[in-house]
């Protein structure tokens, strides 16, 4: 049925994932709230760059990747210099580049939540004398909360479902690089057609199940909310 | 009223002008497996020439094409990697019985983008001044597999393996190594040699010895049978011209 191989793929993706997706979570808070406030010149080029990822099909992530990352590439020389050594083929590298691919599923629904929060609650705060970090911690992260778990949920679901960058510069290494994706992918090439089914079976029913929880959620907020 | 009816004709016999010719020239689909796409596009071009007759090439891995073609994917030929799947594609009824053969010979090459790293004997190999060392996935890619098989008979695959990365096809490989992250691969000759010695970097031509003959078949399909485009392509892959061009791109045949 699932062999070791694939087990270890299933770990993997799901360790990718976890790890991607506080990353995000960390990264994508604070440019959300920069790009929901902000009148700066640079709010529309920042925020068209945020989206790029959802234009740019895969290929051209990974082949930039493997390019920019390479011992020969300007990140390449930084991260060498730094002593880590270079990223293509490598766990980290394959989390460098989850974080690019799915930052605009982490950003756009904070971006909204912080929006509909509008300015109203912060004035409040800052009139009940809470400071700028106080009425964030304390006013916005509640109420925005549905945006955070769409947020999460979307990243994590998001990198699940990566493939095309992975194959441009994972390698294709078990146990660091070979993830589900690639693994279903190697399945179906060499005419493994019960074990893709298996995974891609069990991927589409995740999948689905993630979603479908997400949407329940959403609408009992949405009910309670208002 | 007759100017529209004298336009309608016009366009009529310029339909039918066109129409006419494209029974002349015909479209060919040929699914090439990556390592030859180069030398495809070369044999392609001198095809059309000839015939008149339409290429369209389409590259990728063999192991996709074969899951493709029995998806009814809408290619005339395939040039494989190997010599598996089209006898494979030929049992299942999937390709013209008896249209297949060996259009060329593939050779492994142990290649570095930096002169002077691979040596004649390929000593490098059990060295550690190397990080990475790039192959095609032995599960999908022949070349892939034979590089295993050097690996193997060279007694070095338990010190390598943890320095292996794997492309999809030897394509991704050389990929790999053209960008620099990995420092040496094994490789086609098609991709590095030109008259035996490596275009830029250094290269070590592995004996036929260490490895199983790297026979790439050709196999008329059978959505290709009644195409009389794909028909003169699989005559002309045998033709003293398009042997002389898969020479020249590093294979025998």
Known sequence: ?226 | MHFVLRKWICWLGLWLSLATQSVWSAQVQVAVAANFSSTMQAIAQAFEQESGHQTRIITGATGKFYAQIKNGAPFDILLAADSQTPLLLEQEGWAVPGSRFTYAIGHLVLWSKQPGLVDAQGEVLRSTSFKRLAIADPRLAPYGAAAMQVLERMGLLAQVKDRLVQGETVGQAYQFLASGNAELGFVASSQVLADANPVTGSSWLIPESLHSPLRQDAVLLKSGQANPAATALMLFLQSPRARALIRANGYSH
Do not use: C
């Open chain 1, 1 to 226: 049925m699932i062999s070791a191989e694939d087990w270890t793929a299933i770990a993997l993706t799901l360790r990718l994932a976890a790890i991607s997706t506080l990353v995000l979570l960390l990264l994508a808070s604070p440019l959300a709230w920069w790009l929901a406030r902000s009148r700066s010149a640079w709010r529309a080029p920042i925020a068209a760059l945020t989206s790029l990822p959802l234009v740019l099909p895969p290929t051209v992530l990974g082949f930039y990747l493997l390019v920019t990352l390479g011992p020969d590439g300007p990140l390449g020389r930084v991260t060498l210099l730094l002593g880590l050594g270079t990223l293509p083929f490598s766990f980290v590298g394959l989390v460098v580049g989850s974080v690019v691919y799915s930052l605009p599923f982490a950003v756009q629904p904070l971006l909204h939540a912080f929006q509909n929060m509008g300015k109203r609650p912060l004035e409040l705060a800052a009139t009940l004398r809470a400071s700028p970090w106080d009425a964030f911690f304390s006013v916005a992260l509640p109420l925005a909360w549905p945006g955070f778990l769409s947020a999460a949920v979307l990243s994590f679901a998001h990198t699940i479902g990566e493939f095309g960058m992975v194959l441009m510069m994972g390698g294709n290494i078990p146990g660091q690089t070979r993830v589900l994706s690639t693994q279903i992918y190697g399945h179906v090439e060499t005419m493994a057609y019960n074990q893709a089914h298996i995974l891609a079976a069990g991927m589409l029913v995740f999948s689905f199940a993630v979603l479908l929880g997400l949407n329940l959620l959403q609408k009992r907020d949405l009910r309670m909310g208002t």
